[in-house]
């Protein structure tokens, strides 16, 4: 493999807890050396397992950022056996600008794997993770939320694999993530995200989706740091069993079928006819796009496509044609 250009002072080998960078070149217009300093800690205690906890590969997804700096400044490394890889803010160009993409080359982190170590900040970063951080670890938590576009019910996330000893594995941790829903998303057969990567790698994987519309939910919140909390019990990194207080698992276990999305047609402004978390029927009125420049033209209406939970919602009213609207999660067959 073509050697990478970033450069760290951490040591993934050494014990106890390190906080710093990777630091990756990036020389704009104003900085002739500059770097992008992405931050990460490492917290390492005796036997056990690797975990990789993620934030910010959407700039605008913060309860996972949040949550993953809490546990940077407070955990002690004695209360672990294992190691944690840290990486509250992936995308640190989004983060700081509090946008699903990098404002540096425009683009979106999770459609860029498997990455280049010589390319864009964006896809040297998805090589980071897919060629140095994965083959270290056992398992991957990625800490999504729906971001400026979308709200979404807070749910833990499985990228399903083709090996069914693997989906045994997503769904346990799923489930001790403990989140309201547990919803299985392929992202339309996408490879290039960071889960299906980490899937592909045969890591024990899960992600989220957390409150969003670009803000920050005091429940999410709550789920976020008790969910991450479980994880470290589930994999073995902690002492104790998962405190189960928000799932019905297994029948909150719900998938996004390829009728689960709901697109507009048309420019103009999205009025939903159900809050989040309605139950739904497939051909029942979902919502109406307006046109407010000529309000002699009839609204639009959208019906649903599938039966389901009114799972994600848009958040801004304007919309343009191909726009999501409305994301139904469908039950899964017992
Ligand atoms: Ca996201």
């Given at each position: 493999m073509t050697k990478q250009a970033w450069q760290t002072d951490i040591d993934f080998d050494k014990g106890g807890k390190q906080t710093g960078f990777i630091r990756l070149p990036y020389s704009g217009h104003d900085d002739a050396w500059g770097v992008v300093p992405v931050p990460i800690a490492v917290i390492s205690n005796g036997q056990g397992p690797t975990v990789i906890l993620q934030g910010g590969n959407h700039g605008d997804e913060y309860e996972g950022p949040i949550i993953l700096g809490e546990i940077v400044r407070d955990l002690d490394p004695g209360s672990i056996s294992g190691r944690l890889i840290?990486?509250?803010?992936?995308?640190?160009?989004?983060?700081?600008?509090?946008?699903?993409?990098?404002?540096?080359?425009?683009?979106?982190?999770?459609?860029?794997?498997p990455g280049d170590?010589?390319?864009?900040?964006?896809?040297?970063?998805?090589?980071?993770?897919?060629?140095?951080?994965?083959?270290?670890?056992?398992?991957?938590?990625?800490?999504?939320?729906?971001?400026?576009?979308?709200?979404?019910i807070p749910s833990a996330i499985i990228d399903p694999s083709d090996d069914p000893a693997l989906n045994g594995k997503f769904e346990n941790a799923a489930a001790a993530f403990d989140a309201p829903m547990t919803v299985i998303i392929s992202n339309r057969g996408d490879p290039r995200t960071s889960t299906a990567s980490a899937v592909r790698a045969g890591l024990v994987t899960v992600g989220t989706e957390l409150g969003g519309a670009g803000t920050v939910s005091p429940d999410a919140?709550?789920?976020?740091?008790?969910?991450v909390h479980n994880l470290l019990r589930h994999f073995g990194l902690m002492e104790g069993s998962p405190t189960r207080t928000d799932s019905r698992f297994p029948e909150s276990v719900y998938e996004l079928t390829a009728r689960a999305h709901h697109l507009s047609e048309d420019d103009g402004v999205f009025e939903p006819l159900h809050n989040l978390g309605a139950e739904v029927r497939a051909?029942?009125?979902?919502?109406?796009?307006?046109?407010?420049?000529?309000?002699?033209?009839?609204?639009?209406q959208l019906n649903f496509a599938t039966d389901g939970i009114l799972y994600g919602l848009r958040h801004p009213g304007r919309v343009r044609a191909g726009n999501c609207c409305m994301v139904v999660a469908s039950r899964c067959p017992a």
């Open positions: 840290i990486v509250p803010a992936i995308n640190l160009p989004a983060v700081n600008a509090g946008q699903r993409v990098s404002p540096i080359d425009g683009l979106n982190f999770n459609r860029t794997f170590p010589l390319g864009s900040p964006t896809m040297q970063l998805s090589s980071l993770v897919n060629d140095f951080l994965f083959p270290m670890a056992h398992a991957f938590v990625d800490l999504h939320s729906g971001g400026s576009s979308l709200s979404i919140v709550r789920i976020c740091r008790k969910g051909g029942q009125a979902a919502g109406r796009v307006h046109f407010l420049s000529d309000p002699r033209r009839a609204p639009k």
